[in-house]
């Protein structure tokens, strides 16, 4: 793909990203003024490989690689919303990839630990966020083990979608903490969901239908049966 030049491709990203929101997202019923203007202004151009930078801003999933995918614009504000995100809480992102998720919930005023266990998402995440959103903390690990060292967190996404929630992530949530993420079946449909710890285990609410892509890494290892 050939790009235009600098300025004028910082006019038509712009222009993107505005009627992502207005075409997307806000027909979606997200209503949150600080989700759609951090979407607005983020460069989502930067979180992704060259190769697939045409489609960042279309309503799908992006491939990244390896199984891995930025994820639709309009799934994730609604995530975002539904977590209800507040100026100085602290939130874990799971599998941030390239840290697009991370970098809105910095610019709605939370502080943000990013962890990714892929070397090459890390690469990216680490360029693109020191661009846009410095303040982010980039951490390397298991997804499923989360980030006990910087807990607890009142918010947690899982940045893509599980067939359960990792039991590690629970006790890393603050009293009244919450958790979203996609959750799926066998099928390729799914249900956005708003998790909270009860002393059972996470007790999730759907709240939408959607589809995204599995996080291999979190799905349950196979069982031999004998």
């Known amino acids: 793909m050939t790009l235009p030049s600098t300025a004028t491709a910082a006019m038509d990203f712009a222009d993107a990203r505005n009627r992502m929101v207005d075409s997307q997202i806000r027909p979606n019923k997200v209503t949150d003024g600080r989700i759609l203007n951090a979407m607005r202004e983020i460069p989502r151009e930067l979180f992704v490989p060259g190769n697939v930078i045409a489609r960042v801003y279309t309503d ?75 303040s982010v903390k980039m951490v ?56 909270e710890l009860t002393p059972a285990g996470f007790h999730a609410h759907a709240a939408f239908d959607c589809a995204t892509p599995v996080l291999t890494e979190l799905l349950p290892r196979p069982r031999f049966v004998f």
């Open 60 to 134: 799908e999933d992006v491939p990244l690689g390896d199984g891995r995918a930025l994820m639709e614009p309009m799934v994730l504000a609604k995530l975002l919303q539904l977590a209800q995100p507040r100026p100085g809480q602290r939130a874990l992102v799971v599998a941030a990839g390239p840290g697009y998720g991370a970098a809105v919930l910095a610019a709605c005023g939370l502080s943000v630990v990013a962890l990714e266990s892929s070397e090459s998402l890390l690469a990216l995440a680490r360029t693109a966020l020191k661009a846009t959103a410095p």
């Open 140 to 195: 390397s690990g298991p997804l499923a083990d989360g980030w006990a060292q910087d807990a607890p967190y009142d918010l947690i996404l899982i940045e893509g979608a599980v067939r359960d929630i990792p039991p590690a992530l629970g006790p890393q949530l603050a009293p009244q903490g919450r958790l979203v993420t996609v959750r799926t079946g066998h099928g390729s449909l799914g249900k956005g969901v708003i998790a």
